[in-house]
């Protein structure tokens, strides 16, 4: 059975969990999702069906400015939603 889905969210998912480990912001669940939601919009789609396709993403993954654009745009979201967290005070 064939299943399309973005592999950037994926890749942004397991950056962003290890970068915000490094990070002093905060990291309630509202917050992880609007950095998340934040940097997949500023980074292209990278749809896949086909395990082939999946693995020509991981491939282009290793490629050095693919990561440094991928981790500059969720600490470029981090920054942001540190600066304007939209969780009730009590979260």
Do not use: W
Request: hydrophobic fraction near 40%; aromatic fraction near 6%.
């Amino acid at each position: 059975m064939y299943k399309l889905k973005n592999y950037m969210e994926e890749l942004v998912a397991k950056k962003s969990e290890d970068l915000l480990k490094l990070m002093n912001t905060c990291k309630c669940e509202k917050c992880r999702l609007d950095i998340m939601a934040l940097a997949l919009n500023e980074l292209p789609a990278k749809y896949v069906v086909t395990d082939k396709g999946e693995l020509f993403t991981k491939v282009r993954e290793l490629e050095q400015q693919f990561e440094v654009d991928v981790e500059m745009a969720i600490i470029k979201a981090a920054v942001f939603v540190g600066k304007n967290p939209k969780h009730d005070v009590s979260d």
